[in-house]
């Protein structure tokens, strides 16, 4: 096996290092941008993207958002944040138009975030139901039933 010259070693530890720093500093920023005031502020500014003319097709999903209050807003922005932020993405991108010069990706982004808000309104509307689903096998499970047979008021009879 070749030796590799200390003056390399060197270098891919500078390099190294120079990555962690700025993978640390990235990281504080987005922690930074979802916290407090600058949580409340990109919702803000979430909700009025999300709420324009254009911006989700889906007149059903802009009606949800419309009627959120001002802490289930917050608590949506932080969820497309997080997912955002899972695939290198920064909500900010798409809700402040920094992606105006790039039509193609941006619409990409629009139909992730639609996508995704759309499947927090089918968890928020099925909240109810999984609920009550709950705590019925709960019930069954305690009598000692299990869970076969849990069946609630949409079984197929």
Known sequence: MRAIPRSRLADMATEMQDF???LGGWMRDGARRLSGADRRALAER???WALADGQLPDGGLR????????VGREALTEQVAGFCTDF??????LVDGELEAWPAL??????LVTHYCLACKAAVDADADLMRFRRRRLWQHQRGDGAAGVRGDQGGD
């Open 46 to 48: 979430f909700s009025a």
């Open 63 to 70: 009606a949800w958002i419309e009627d959120l209050d001002a």
């Open 106 to 111: 941006e619409a990409q982004l629009r139909s």
């Open 20 to 22: 962690a720093a700025d």
């Open 88 to 93: 290198e993405i920064d909500l900010a991108w």
